[in-house]
């Protein structure tokens, strides 16, 4: 089992920053992928950006390539979601996933989920 822990998540003007954390624990491994989702309210959950454990590929939505950031702190189980000139468009509640071995798109293939945290950027 995995346990995932979302938080950093507010309001934020347009064209701010937030950095999103999610702390990973119970049977966490380098075999892991890590990947953030947003979802707003009667929509899909939308992949946003992933990262694998074994060797920090990183993968992103078009929507915030070249915005946002994904990076993992291994010592402490940390994966973070860096934040960069947001748009009200990014308004959504922000997930953590995390599923072996790597990072896919599709949120049905993820079989650990955290809580959510809510992002709401102003215009």
């Known amino acids: 089992q995995v346990q995932l822990v979302e938080s950093g998540g507010g309001l934020v003007q347009a064209g701010g920053s937030l950095r999103l954390s999610c702390a990973a624990s119970g049977r966490t491994s380098n075999s892991y992928a890590m990947a953030w989702f947003r979802q707003v309210h009667g929509k899909e959950r939308e992949f946003v950006g992933g990262i694998r454990w074994s060797d920090v590929s990183t993968y992103y939505a078009d929507s915030v390539k070249g915005r946002f950031t994904v990076s993992i702190d291994n010592g402490k189980n940390m994966v973070y979601l860096q934040m960069n000139s947001l748009k009200p468009e990014d308004t959504a509640v922000y997930y953590c996933?995390?599923?072996?071995?790597?990072?896919?798109?599709?949120?049905?293939?993820?079989?650990?989920w955290g809580q959510g945290t809510q992002v709401f950027v102003s215009s």
């Open positions: 996933a995390a599923r072996t071995p790597t990072v896919v798109y599709n949120p049905a293939l993820y079989g650990y």
